[in-house]
């Protein structure tokens, strides 16, 4: 009994950190996008150049990846 509480206390704190490196990983993405626009005199979330736009959903995805290869999930 006590050993499948630990289990899923674990469980529940892997789910939770994962969640957070998401979030970061969704923020580092957010603002590196907006201060692109800025830098090019456009609102924020604005239609980026494709080599940008591209630069930021490559970002994006290797941090999320990292997320889910620091905790992965069952």
């Known amino acids: 009994m006590k050993i499948r ?13 994962l969640e957070e490196c998401l979030k970061q990983a969704h923020d580092v993405y957010i603002k590196g996008w907006n201060r692109d ?28 990846d990292d997320c889910f290869k620091k905790y992965p999930q069952d």
């Not at 509480?5 to 950190?17: D, N």
């Not at 609102?43 to 995805?61: M, T, V």
């Open 5 to 17: 509480i630990e289990e899923k206390a674990i469980k529940e704190r892997s789910r939770y950190l």
């Open 37 to 64: 626009c800025e830098r090019l005199g456009k609102e924020k979330e604005c239609a980026l150049p494709s080599d940008l736009g591209e630069h930021w959903n490559k970002i994006h995805r290797e941090y999320r």
